[in-house]
C-alpha cells in the first residue's frame, strides 16, 4: 500500500492516544519511553514529571519524536518536532494543571470526576507540559 497522504497521517496520530516518545540523551543515544498523549489544536501534548530522565533531556536537547502504530502494528506515523515544556504545576488550578487536565480528558475521552483532586495531584506529582507542533511526519504504511 501507498504511504498515508500528509493530512490522513496527521489524522492517524488525533485518533489515538498511545505512542513512544523519543528524547535524546546527553550522549546521543535516544531515549524511549511509552507515553499517553492527545493532539490539541494542532500539538502532540503529554504529562511528564519534572523528575524523569526525558524531562532533563528535553531541557538538554529539544528534539522529540513520537512513533504511533495501529493496532495491528503494521501502519505506523512518526512525528518529529521541537518541545516546548511549561512550568512545573505549583499551584492546583494554575495554567498548568488546567492543561493538564484538558490533556487527560482528551484521552480518556471523558471529563475527570474531581478537577480539584487531579490539579491536587499535579502539583503533589510535580507534573509538567510537554507540547510540540507536528513539523515532520514520516508516514508509512506497508
Not at 82 to 104: I, K
Request: glycine share 4%; proline share 6%; hydrophobic share 35%.
Amino acid at each position: 500500500m501507498p504511504p498515508l497522504q500528509d493530512e490522513d497521517a496527521r489524522q492517524f496520530v488525533a485518533d489515538r492516544h498511545w505512542g513512544v516518545l523519543v528524547t535524546l540523551k546527553s550522549d546521543g543515544r535516544p531515549q524511549l519511553s511509552n507515553v499517553a498523549y492527545a493532539v490539541i489544536d494542532g500539538q502532540v501534548r503529554v504529562s511528564l514529571t519534572d523528575s524523569r530522565a526525558k524531562t532533563a533531556n528535553l531541557r538538554n536537547d529539544p528534539r522529540v519524536s513520537l512513533h504511533v502504530t495501529s493496532d495491528d502494528f503494521w501502519t505506523y506515523v512518526v512525528v518529529e518536532g521541537t518541545a516546548a515544556l511549561s512550568p512545573v504545576a505549583s499551584e492546583p488550578g494554575d495554567e498548568t494543571c488546567r492543561r493538564l487536565l484538558e490533556t487527560y480528558e482528551a484521552v480518556s475521552g471523558q471529563p475527570h470526576d474531581d478537577p480539584d483532586e487531579f490539579h491536587a495531584a499535579m502539583v503533589d506529582e510535580g507534573r509538567l507540559e510537554l507540547s510540540f507542533a507536528l513539523d515532520y511526519l514520516y508516514p508509512t504504511r506497508d
